[in-house]
């Protein structure tokens, strides 16, 4: 998920200052991996880094006698840093606010502003995005939060709101 400028002093100090932030969520596995005992890939190691095929310790005893090893590619450890890495329990709402909550005040002054979710099918980039009636997505939480603003400032200012979405 990419948003940009999610610092909101940055927002209102330096006007027409934009970046880019990148964030990683983790989906945690489904009900069908964790039957067929599938395994992350991926796992947070702090708020900004992950670990893309993180080592893992074999069972004791284990050994691998075929001269060719299949999983020699594998557990190549490597580490990547990010604005932001959601873990497998993160909600939709902390990914609101630790994302989107913060352009909100942008677009309030005129800016405009994108946020969008990109990853292979099946990452959870429609969960974040829409989410489902127990867990509302980003877009449900920014709209709640984005016309509660507007309704405070609605003596002050006159506000005309554009939004798109597509998938």
Request: include cysteine.
């Amino acid at each position: 998920m990419l948003s940009i400028d999610n610092s909101i002093a940055a927002q209102e100090s330096e006007p027409g200052n934009a970046n880019v932030k990148v964030v990683i969520r983790i989906r945690p596995l489904n009900e069908a991996e964790n039957s067929e005992k599938h395994y992350t890939v991926t796992e947070a190691i702090s708020d900004h880094m992950l670990v893309f095929d993180p080592k893992i310790n074999p069972a004791p005893g284990f050994l691998n006698a075929n001269r060719r090893d299949i999983t020699r590619r594998r557990f190549k450890d490597l580490k990547y840093a990010f604005d932001y890495v959601f873990g497998p329990n993160a909600t939709n709402k902390t990914v609101f606010e630790q994302t989107t909550k913060g352009i909100v005040s942008g677009v309030l002054n005129g800016y405009n502003c994108s946020v969008f979710a990109y990853g292979a099918t099946g990452a959870g980039k429609t969960h974040t995005m829409l989410g489902n009636e127990r867990e509302p997505g980003v877009i449900y939480h920014t709209m709640i939060d984005l016309y509660k603003r507007i309704n405070e400032q609605k003596d002050e200012k006159l506000f005309d709101v554009a939004v798109s979405y597509s998938e």
